[in-house]
């Protein structure tokens, strides 16, 4: 697929909002009451090792969109794997994640699932090239 590498770019820029926007406003501004983000947001779930998971998110979408940039500049193997390797690390993340919403907290948080799917869609789209 021609625009493999964009179409990432542009996924992993979705998530990158997402945990930006979950890391900048409290969750009564950027949510409705009831909708769910508040049970997500403060369960035990949304921190790991003391930090919010938003937070790990900002650094790791970073990372990988800087990866992505350097690839399409200049493509490399170790690059493309290194990027594959995130995308499957993250959507097996995003699986347990997503299990927890549903089956856990019985919530949903929009902007956690913006992410997941956003990580779900880059799997398919590496997996399907």
């Given amino acids: 697929m021609k625009y493999k590498y964009q179409i990432l770019l542009g996924l992993f820029l979705i998530a990158l909002g997402s945990s930006l926007i979950m890391s900048v406003f409290p969750v009564s501004e950027i949510c409705d009451p009831g909708e769910g983000c508040d049970v997500v947001q403060h369960s035990s779930y949304a921190s790991t090792f003391g930090i919010k998971n938003n937070y790990f998110g900002i650094g790791i979408f970073l990372t990988v969109i800087f990866l992505i940039f350097s690839h399409i500049k200049n493509q490399t193997k170790r690059k493309r794997n290194l990027i ?11 699986l347990y994640f997503l299990f927890l919403q549903e089956f856990v907290l019985n919530a949903y948080c929009k902007y956690c699932v913006a992410v997941d799917l956003s990580f779900l869609a880059a799997l398919i789209l590496i997996i399907f090239k």
Avoid: K, P, W
Avoid at 84 to 94: N, P, Q
């Fill in 84 to 94: 594959h390797a995130a995308v499957i690390l993250g959507s097996l993340v995003a």
